[in-house]
């Protein structure tokens, strides 16, 4: 069974002081690593994908990496507005699109 | 182009009660997925639905049922309500074109059950 591990479960943050959430996987046969973003009662807004070791993607303050077992986001000189809880989830090579997920990320930054 | 669209955005039942939740993919998405969220399970896969034929079920009771109409619309149902399934339910639809498609959220139905 896949099974993806966040940490840490809450980060506290001053607006400016730059951090990096980890996500740990297991998955027979990734399909693709994903980043998600959730503000408290909506639906989580995608971030990224990654698919292979090696890869790294950005946006805005926002760097995903990934290697075989685990990705970083790191958040640059974060502000008050990237307060949210980061959600990773994985996608095995099977027929259909199930997402396992991770528990998330709660962040806090505080201006 | 429009999102994801779920409705209702809020629900409260009682015990015992059935419940039926609606999600409207983005148009064009032939796929689209069910999650539950709670504080202490995260997100939890429900099922997936594709062109109506449910491809995958997830470990959850068969209290709940789903189904994909002809238009992708995708309705859910929870019969015999528990307070346990108070929860956050979330509809993804994807695009199949894609290698990784990503998921595509709604705001979500909050349903309480009293």
């Known amino acids: 069974e896949d099974q993806v591990t966040q940490s840490p479960e809450a980060l506290r943050l001053q607006e400016g002081e730059s951090s990096s959430l980890n996500c740990s996987y297991t998955?027979?046969?990734?399909?693709?690593l994903f980043w998600y973003r959730q503000d408290p009662g909506k639906g989580p807004e995608f971030l990224f994908t990654l698919y292979s070791a090696g890869e790294e993607k950005e946006k805005e303050r926002l760097k995903a990496t990934l290697t075989k077992k685990e990705s970083f986001l790191h958040i640059t000189a974060p502000k008050p507005e990237d307060s949210a809880t980061y959600l990773c989830?994985?996608?095995?090579?099977?027929?259909?699109?199930?997402?396992?997920f991770g528990a998330g990320t709660t962040v806090t930054v505080r201006a | 182009k429009a999102g994801v669209t779920q409705t209702p955005r809020y629900l409260i039942k009682t015990r015992g009660q059935q419940v039926t939740l609606s999600c409207s993919p983005i148009s064009g998405h032939r796929s689209v997925s069910w999650y539950q969220q709670t504080p202490g399970q995260g997100l939890q896969f429900l099922f997936e639905?594709?062109?109506?034929?449910?491809?995958n079920k997830g470990n959850f009771p068969g209290r709940f049922s789903g189904r994909q109409f002809s238009n992708s619309r995708s309705e859910m149902n929870v019969s015999t309500l528990e307070l346990g399934d108070s929860a956050l339910y979330l509809c993804?639809?994807?695009?199949?074109?894609?290698?990784?498609?990503?998921?595509?959220f709604g705001q979500g139905t909050r349903l309480t059950v009293v």
């Open positions: 639905y594709f062109s109506e034929t449910q491809r």
């Open positions: 993804a639809s994807y695009d199949p074109g894609q290698g990784a498609p990503e998921a595509f």
């Open positions: 998955v027979s046969g990734l399909r693709g």
């Open positions: 989830a994985v996608q095995a090579e099977t027929n259909d699109y199930k997402l396992s």
